[in-house]
């Protein structure tokens, strides 16, 4: 298994422009969720979605879409980059357990290497 | 709203003293608590969890760490620490009726020397 996958692994854009983070899993996961980590700041939530066609708001939704067509990919947009989402992206999944409204199954997650964004 | 709090910066250690790295939480019900670890330029590592059950709990390269209720922490712990623990190290809290929103702590960067 190739765990959590995520593209690029850098990436450098201008104020305004638009992309897309990929990140793939192919550990059959339900669960899967967008952080972004900044200095002495940890990781915040950006999204998450817990299965194929659901997602939901995090801590910092602000200026990023996602969607959840498939169980294996979770894409994040972002819409009109700004210097203040320069950050590191992490993507990563878990398993569900319990039932879809539960959540009560305590799983880890799994990370994936990460993104390395920056808005000029 | 769950939080974390880790309150140092960075904890130094020699090789071969023990180590802990402090947590503390906050969240409305009964917590699920995490330790994660980072090495520079990768991604985060499950170390160990705590669900239920046993206070102490054991995880990976030999640390462990004790879940204290009515301290609302979880402090991470290792007997005897290696230059090879040199990382980031971050604690993580999941209210159980929150599927899978993580929050996770500012981190906290240990430093092993010889």
């Known amino acids: 298994n190739a765990g959590v996958t995520q593209t690029p692994k850098f990436q450098v854009l201008k104020t305004g422009q638009s992309m897309t983070l990929q990140c793939a899993q192919d550990?059959?996961?339900?669960?899967m969720s967008w952080y972004r980590q900044d200095p002495g700041m940890g990781l915040r939530l950006i999204h998450y979605s817990v299965g194929a066609g659901i997602t939901d708001q995090g801590e910092v939704p602000n200026g990023y879409n996602v969607s959840r067509s498939t169980t294996e990919d979770f894409p994040l947009r972002l819409l009109s980059a700004a210097p203040s989402q320069t950050s590191v992206y992490f993507c990563?999944?878990?398993?569900?357990?319990?039932?879809?409204?539960?959540?009560?199954?305590?799983?880890?997650?799994?990370f994936g290497p990460g993104t390395r964004l920056t808005v000029l | 709203a769950q939080s974390v709090a880790q309150p140092e910066d960075q904890v130094n250690v020699a090789e071969g003293n023990p180590l802990t790295v402090k947590c503390t939480y906050s969240?409305?019900?009964?917590?699920?608590l995490f330790w994660y670890v980072q090495y520079p330029n990768r991604g985060l590592q499950f170390l160990l969890k705590y669900i239920t059950g046993d206070n102490l709990v054991k995880g990976s390269y030999g640390f462990e760490a004790e879940f204290n209720k009515s301290q609302t922490s979880f402090h991470l712990k290792k007997p005897s620490a290696l230059v090879s623990d040199s990382a980031l190290y971050f604690c993580?809290?999941?209210?159980?009726?929150?599927?899978?929103?993580?929050?996770f702590g500012t981190g906290t960067r240990l430093q092993v020397t010889l």
């Open positions: 990563a999944s878990s398993p569900r357990t319990g039932g879809l409204a539960g959540g009560r199954d305590g799983n880890e997650q799994f």
């Open positions: 969240v409305s019900g009964n917590p699920y």
């Open positions: 993580a809290v999941r209210d159980p009726g929150t599927a899978s929103k993580l929050t």
């Open positions: 550990m059959n996961h339900e669960y």
